[in-house]
């Protein structure tokens, strides 16, 4: 029997709407009891285009997940991504003016403070502060500073934020299925925390969920969070492209995608030709296989090379010894590691949820990662020793009642 209610995660993305529903044992091992998909209307870019279709797709997801894992759900954590989500390294400092200027708790605490009162954009509201190092008196990074000496006590937060109204469209949504939104989370923080091990976290990693709208990105250098962000471009732009480019209907593209999509160009194929049916007032055709390979090839690289760029500017590409991590829908396309691969010159390989059970065999995949790191989340915000993990910062609740 489980020792705590059941933890629900929902995910309003691009294509899928998807709620998982865990009970958590005395030991906080999650055993999940039910997953449902719901294909997404009205979402685009992981933000909501069209409420009223958002909200029939929530409302049918919430009812498929009480039927199969028999509960009642009456609130949820809700993953956030899209709304433009940014993240920027925010130094805060105060004096040390006790009389042998050591380190009390409360000094940590005042400029943990500090660091959080970023100047940002009216339209832009605060995920999370994500602590990175201490310094004294401006000298070599430390961990934890408590008991040192010093006159200047200061601190690097992560800042992560996004369009306010853009998220809290997501969050009505949620509230007008007359579910509870207990606490919200970047999506890409999430997939970090179902797939990584302190080992990799340590070592530093480039956590990328490959989504159907956005790709969010979350990056841990120098054994702390480094970077955070979303791009927004997803599978459904391949499917778009392919749908452009070979002159076919965007639901046969789709097909294709799957059916035949590479990340890679096998240039062995170059005579292998694909039948399409006539389709949706679209003439029937044969279109070559390299061709198909070929467009998404292009797409998939621009994307991956704009996360690059990202790190590259920020010069933390060489202190990333665990490679880079796949998680997401993006991961069912063939030869996407060995791409990713040649666009970072890391290793890769697909992330997959940890320490699960019940249903984890529908789960084990990397394109669960996401929702099933909400549900670690979750954890961490309802154990008292939350606080006392410094990598992840707890949001404040900004969007409850």
Same mark, same amino acid.
């Given at each position: /029997?489980a020792?705590?209610p059941?933890?629900? #995660?929902?995910e309003?993305?691009t294509t899928k709407v998807?709620?998982l529903? #865990?009970?958590v044992?005395?030991?906080?091992?999650?055993?999940?009891?039910?997953v449902?998909d719901?294909p997404?209307r009205?979402?685009?870019k992981?933000e909501? $285009?069209h409420?009223?279709?958002?909200?029939?797709? $929530?409302?049918?997801?919430?009812?498929e997940?009480e039927m199969?894992?028999?509960?009642?759900i009456?609130a949820?954590?809700?993953?956030?991504?899209?709304?433009?989500i940014?993240?920027g390294?925010n !130094?805060?400092?105060?004096p040390?003016?006790?009389?042998?200027q050591e380190?009390?708790?409360?000094?940590?605490?005042h400029v943990?403070?500090t660091s959080?009162a970023?100047?940002?954009?009216t339209?832009?509201?605060?995920l999370?502060?994500i602590?990175q190092?201490?310094?004294v008196?401006?000298?070599?990074?430390?961990?934890?500073p408590?008991?040192? %000496?010093g006159?200047k006590?200061?601190?690097? /937060?992560?800042?992560?934020?996004?369009v306010?109204?853009?998220?809290?469209n997501?969050? !009505?949504?949620?509230?007008?299925?007359?579910?509870?939104?207990?606490?919200?989370?970047?999506?890409g923080?999430?997939?970090?925390?179902?797939?990584?091990?302190?080992?990799?976290? %340590?070592?530093?990693a480039?956590?990328?969920?490959?989504g159907g709208?956005t790709t969010?990105?979350f990056?841990?250098?120098?054994?702390?969070?480094? /970077?955070a962000?979303?791009i927004?471009?997803?599978g459904?732009?391949?499917?778009n492209d392919?749908?452009?480019g070979?002159g076919?209907p965007?639901?046969q593209?789709?097909?294709v !995608? $799957?059916e035949?999509g590479?990340?890679?160009v096998?240039l062995s194929v170059?005579g292998q030709n694909?039948?399409?049916?006539a389709e949706g007032g679209?003439?029937?055709?044969?279109?070559?296989?390299?061709?198909i390979q070929?467009i998404?090839?292009?797409r998939?690289y621009?994307t991956?090379s704009?996360?690059?760029?990202?790190?590259?500017?920020?010069?933390?590409?060489?202190?990333?010894?665990?490679g880079?991590i796949?998680?997401?829908?993006g991961? !069912?396309?063939?030869?996407?590691? %060995?791409?990713v691969?040649?666009v970072f010159q890391?290793?890769?390989h697909?992330?997959v949820?940890?320490n699960?059970?019940?249903?984890?065999?529908?789960? %084990?995949?990397?394109?669960y990662?996401a929702?099933?790191g909400?549900l670690?989340y979750a954890?961490?915000v309802?154990?008292?020793?939350?606080?006392s993990?410094p990598?992840f910062s707890?949001?404040?609740?900004?969007?409850?009642?």
């Open positions: /029997m020792s705590l059941p933890i629900v #995660a929902i309003i993305g998807r709620v529903v #865990a009970e044992r005395e030991d906080e091992h999650l055993m999940i009891t039910g449902r719901q997404s009205g979402v685009r992981g909501i $285009v409420f009223d279709n958002a909200l029939s797709c $929530v409302r049918t997801a919430f009812d997940a199969q894992s028999q509960v009642t009456n949820v954590y809700v993953l956030l991504s899209g709304a433009d940014q993240a390294t !130094k805060g400092s105060v040390l003016v006790g009389p042998e380190i009390l708790p409360d000094d940590i605490q943990l403070d959080k970023i100047s940002l954009a339209d832009r509201e605060i999370h502060s602590q190092y201490f310094y008196d401006d000298q070599q990074p430390v961990i934890d408590k008991g040192m %000496e006159s006590l200061s601190v690097d /937060m992560l800042i992560v934020h996004g306010r109204n853009r998220l809290r997501t969050i !009505k949504v949620v509230r007008s299925a007359h579910v509870e939104v207990q606490d919200v989370a970047f999506s923080l999430c997939s970090a925390l179902a797939v990584l091990t302190p080992e990799q976290k %340590e070592s530093g480039i956590v990328i969920d490959l709208g969010d990105y990056v841990y250098a120098e054994k702390a969070v480094a /970077m962000g979303t927004a471009v997803g459904d732009h391949i499917t392919l749908g452009l070979l076919i965007t639901v593209a789709e097909r !995608k $799957v035949h590479s990340a890679m096998d170059r694909i039948s399409l049916p679209f003439t029937g055709r044969n279109v070559k296989l390299v061709d070929t998404i090839h292009a998939v621009e991956l704009l996360v690059r760029n990202q790190l590259k500017e920020k010069d933390f590409l060489h202190l990333i010894g665990a880079v796949l998680t997401g829908s991961c !069912k396309l063939k030869r996407i590691e %060995e791409l691969q040649k890391l290793p890769c697909k992330g949820p940890r699960l059970s019940g249903l984890a065999v529908v789960t %084990e995949g990397a394109e990662a929702c099933i909400m670690r954890l961490k309802g154990s008292k020793e939350s606080s993990i990598i707890m949001l404040k609740g900004i969007f409850r009642k």
